[in-house]
């Protein structure tokens, strides 16, 4: 019989996963950071118990993230990734052979060194020698940084808790904005669609402070609660989703395994009581 581990949301829900074993415990300064091997899903980084990532169904964030922002520009060559000590994000980055520079900005450096060991399919982006790592508080790096520095900002970020929730705040948002070039972009994860309307609108809200234009989007992650999921994709500049630069997309589409080119455009398309959620913080 196997042991079982459990995700808890809000003491409403419970996931829970069969495990093998537990193959990393690690009490970093910041958070507890576990990886298991679980039935289902193989391999499972749990950060204070919450899931990160799975072997199985890693590749979606990661993707969704990733591509979106890099083919709503129109020409990336400095990209800046807060958070994503998995490498997963920076994976996905460096398939673009037009990127000059990838900068990793990860609060706890025990992250990537626990990702190293057990999920070298997602950091084997890191040794690319246009990555550059930086062990750093993410609002505080930023702060520090010089304006219009970057491309692409990429805000792959934990949970709105612990050390994650500065990352979640109009001061964080407009720091990215500053530290964003003339057309640049910002994609940030947002939490799942069913979640309370009151964090969802105030994670939109706060966007609003510092973006003018702001486009939400979706996927299915099975393993994150209630499976679908949301990013959001801002600018100050007008955003088309539709008018992605498709000859882009194409050269690192072939390894993809979920985003397509339909979906880089359906994706925003939203359901409607995710659509009400939101403009309940826009009245």
């Known amino acids: 019989m196997s042991d079982w581990i459990y995700e808890d949301e809000g003491g409403q829900l419970r996931y829970g996963y069969a495990i093998k074993a537990e193959l990393a415990h690690v009490k970093s300064d910041f958070q507890d950071i576990k990886v298991v091997d679980s039935l289902a899903y193989g391999k499972i980084l749990l950060i204070d118990d919450v899931v990160m990532i799975t072997a199985q169904d890693e590749f979606v964030y990661r993707e969704m993230i990733t591509h979106v922002p890099l083919c709503n520009h129109a020409s990336p060559r400095d990209v800046l990734v807060i958070g994503g000590g998995d490498g997963g994000v920076v994976r996905e980055v460096v398939r673009y052979s037009e990127i000059n520079t990838v900068t990793l900005c990860e609060i706890d450096g025990a992250v990537i060194e626990v990702c190293r060991q057990h999920f070298p399919e997602l950091t084997g982006g890191l040794q690319d020698k246009r990555v550059k790592i930086e062990i750093a508080d993410g609002l505080k790096f930023l702060a520090d940084s010089a304006p219009d520095r970057y491309d692409v900002v990429i805000v792959d970020a934990t949970d709105p808790i612990g050390p994650g929730r500065c990352l979640y705040t109009p001061e964080f948002y407009r720091s990215v904005a500053r530290a964003l070039r003339d057309g640049g972009v910002m994609a940030a994860h947002t939490e799942s669609p069913w979640g309370q309307s009151e964090m969802l609108c105030r994670i939109d809200g706060n966007i609003k402070t510092a973006f003018e234009h702001v486009r939400p989007y979706l996927g299915t992650v099975p393993t994150y609660p209630r499976g679908l999921w949301s990013w959001t994709l801002a600018a100050n500049r007008a955003l088309d989703p539709a008018s992605f630069v498709q000859a882009r997309f194409q050269a690192v589409a ?18 409607r009581f995710y659509a009400q959620k939101l403009n309940a913080s826009r009245v």
């Open 254 to 271: 072939p390894p993809l395994r979920y985003l397509t080119a339909e979906l880089m455009v359906s994706a925003f398309h939203l359901p």
